[in-house]
Structure formats: C-alpha cells, structure tokens
C-alpha cells in the first residue's frame, strides 16, 4: 500500500517495493500492446503502471507517445509536461511534446524542443529531420505572408478559357454546363484507374464549387421527402476506394437517394484530391443529392501536416490547392436535418447559452482559429462523464451528457449527430441517445 511521506518540504507518495513490481508489470504490458498497434489499451495499461508508481518519467513520456498514435495532442503534451517536470534531463520526454505540438501545427513551440533534444543528441537522426521540417515550414509560411495580398483569390484562379487540352488527353471531357450522370460515369471509372482529370476541368468543378458554397448558409436545412432517404458517413480521409465501396453498397447519390459527409474528406490516404473532387461533381450535378460539413482537417494547418496540400501541389500546383482552401472556408459548419437532428463534425461547446441563431451567424469565410465556438464545432469530442473537460487533442473541448441535452433542449433538437472519432463498430449511441 502507497502512503504520504513528507519529502523535500512536499507531501508526496511513498512507492512501496510491490508497486514498483506491479508497476513494471504494466509497462511491459502496455509496452506489447503498443508493438501491437492497440494503442489505446496501452494507454490504459500504462494509466495502471503510473497509478502504481507516479514518479517514472519513462512512464509518462511512453503513455504520450501512445496518445500522438491516437492524435490526442493536448493529453500527450501534459504527459510530457509531466515527464519533464519529473526528470528535466529526460529527453523522450522533450521529444514527445515538440512531436505532439507539431501534429497541432505550433512548429515554433516544436522546435523549441526539438533543439533541445538534437544538442544532447547529435546523432538522433529523426529529430534532426523534424526539426529541420518544422523550421523550413516556418520560414515557409513567414514567406507567404510576407508576399500575401490583400485578397488572394484572384491570383489562385486562372482564365480557364486559356487552359488548353493536349491532344494527348484521353480521359472525361467536361462541358462547360457542367457534369452530366454520363461524365461521372466516366469520370469515376477514370479515377479508379488512378488517372488524373485534366486541370482545365478540375479548375472547372473548383470554381463551380466555389461559387455553390458561398452562396449557402452556415448551417445547411436539409429535407427528407417521403420516398427518399439520407446516409450519413463520417471521416473518409482520401480512401478513395472506400468511398467507392460505400456507393457500390449503398448507391450513388441521387435525389432520392441522399448523403451527408461529414467532415475530413482529406489528409492521411493518398487519394485526397479524388475523394474531394467526387463529392464536389456530385454537389455540383445535384445540390440537393449530397450535403457537405466542413471537419477540422478541412484547414490550412491540418492540410499542411496530414498531407492533403502536398498531393493537390504534386498532382497539380500550389495555387489549386489554395483554391481548395477557399473552398474549405465556404462549406457549412454544420447540417440540420428536419429541424430535429444537428450534423456537425466535431462537438459542442464551453459555454450553455449557444443557440442556433448565434451558429447561423458566424463568419465561417475564415480559418477556425483555436478557441470559440466555430473551433469547438470542428474539434470537441464527447465524454461520459458530466461537465466539461479540456480535450486531450489540446484543441477544443470534452463534454458531458449534461451538456448535450442543454444544448438539445435549449435548440428543441431531438439529437446530435457527430464524426471525427474512429468506433470500433462503426458508431455508438451516446450520452442517453441524445
């Protein structure tokens, strides 16, 4: 049994020979689950080995590096903090939280400790190479400011009546009335074949997009007629094919036959530009046979570390995956479905009172920032336990069934339907189905 003991003027734990037993014992199974890839019990079992033993820098600095393989950032971060605290001469610990700070975009945070971990070892070549990522990304970024104009978009579309067509392309033509059920057809078998779309035409569907997007409100009112219905599917993350298997299963859209995506359609899979583009053909064909919620990868900071902005520049330019960032900007924070059911990304929010006369009016034409509640649609995460929390992905907010059913009852909703976590199932119903 652990007991107080009066150590250097602090009340502090004093760990009997059993527990440090039994708290190796969990490391080494936490450890194995770990090499097995099942992150989250190890987390689990490193939690047990701390409990046993709150003083092993080792243990905190392994329990982060299980939370940046399941991307919560913010509960990595205080492990490292943790770490550090314990041991300041641990350098995992310094690694793990310039790491966790890089997958949040704060590179300069990053290279702080980055720095620190390459004086006391040269020779860490990985951290060599994050460090010296982190800081061309910075002077990168600091560049593009510097030159930004005043309002870019202008000088990221082009007269797409100059783009010529080579004789040498074979793949769908897009009239300029834009897509027709045939043009899909074709489009997505030329897809699938890992053929890329004439830029001509994918400024085209950009512009199209663009010009759809603006025009709709912040939050989107959606209609089930009879006869009709609405599949909702979350994160796809550029797995193009999945997203093909999902219509082969469940059908293409159509007016009857309706889909709400929502959020994350990019970063991490290789087809990023393709599963975008998709839904956007399918937008621009028929508005009323997808919806679209605009998720926490659909940023300029994600796309930069997750991928997305680095395959739009190697498959087409620089200047088109700005374009996709205006896009970003227009889609809706969020779909209301029947005046009943809200569709959002991420979660709800740190204060009781939001209604959704104040979410119709944000100024989403923007980059969600860190705090507030457009972040908070993007980021938060649900937790079982009432009250709120701070979100163990540093972003955004954890909150409770209490939470949920003020915001339903104050906004006479029925339910709040979200994304942006991996179920093993598939979903799971939570906080008393609310």
């Known amino acids: 049994m652990v007991e107080i003991l009066k150590v250097d003027n602090e009340n502090r734990l004093q760990v009997t020979e059993d527990d440090q037993i039994l708290a190796e014992k969990n490391k080494e199974i936490a450890n194995k689950f770990f090499a097995a890839k099942h992150y989250e019990a190890a987390i689990d079992s490193y939690t047990i080995a ?15 590096f299980a939370y940046i393989k399941t991307e919560l950032y913010g509960a990595a971060i205080r492990d490292a903090d943790s770490s550090i605290k314990l041991d300041a001469t641990y350098t995992k610990g310094y690694y793990r939280r310039a790491v966790a700070n890089m997958g949040l975009g704060k590179l300069n945070d990053a290279v702080k400790d980055f720095r620190a971990v390459v004086k006391v070892t040269p020779k860490d070549e990985d951290a060599k190479r994050k460090l010296s990522e982190c800081e061309k990304e910075i002077k990168r970024i600091k560049f593009e400011n510097a030159i930004a104009f005043e309002d870019p978009t202008e000088s990221v579309i082009p007269d797409i009546t100059k783009i010529v067509i080579e004789p040498s392309y074979a793949g769908p033509n897009l009239s300029e009335s834009g897509p027709t059920p045939e043009f899909i057809t074709e489009f997505l078998s030329h897809l699938k074949d890992q053929k890329k779309l004439h ?64 959020g994350d359609f990019v970063d991490r899979g290789s087809f990023s530009v393709e599963c975008i583009l998709t839904l956007l053909v399918y937008k621009i064909w028929n508005p009323e046979c997808i919806y679209l919620t605009r998720g926490n990868h659909e940023t300029d900071d994600m796309n930069r570390v997750y991928g997305f902005e680095g395959e739009v520049t190697n498959k087409y330019s620089k200047d088109m995956f700005k374009l996709f960032s205006k896009i970003f900007n227009a889609v809706p924070l969020g779909n209301l479905v029947e005046e009943k059911i809200f569709v959002i990304h991420g979660g709800l929010f740190t204060r009781d009172d939001v209604t959704m006369d104040e979410i119709r009016k944000i100024d989403r034409f923007r980059q969600p920032g860190s705090t507030g509640i457009m972040c908070e649609l993007l980021w938060s995460d649900p937790q079982p336990e009432k009250g709120r929390n701070p979100s163990k992905r540093g972003v955004g907010i954890q909150f409770g069934p209490d939470v949920t059913k003020t915001f339903c009852d104050l906004n006479k909703l029925d339910c709040v339907i979200r994304s942006h976590e991996v179920k093993q199932d598939g979903y799971t119903i939570d906080h008393d189905g609310k």
């Not at 701390?50 to 982060?64: D, L, V």
């Not at 009879?226 to 859209?253: E, R, W």
Request: glycine letters at 6%.
């Open 199 to 262: 830029k001509k035409y994918v400024y085209q569907i950009l512009l199209a997009a663009l010009d759809l997007f603006t025009a709709s409100p912040t939050i989107e009112d959606i209609k089930i007629p009879s006869g009709t219905k609405l599949t909702v599917c979350g994160d796809i993350h550029g797995q193009f094919y999945d997203l093909m298997n999902i219509f082969a299963k469940n059908g293409h859209p159509s007016r009857e036959n309706k889909y709400l995506f929502n």
């Open 50 to 64: 701390i409990s046993h033993n709150p003083y092993m820098a080792a243990y905190y600095a392994n329990r982060a």
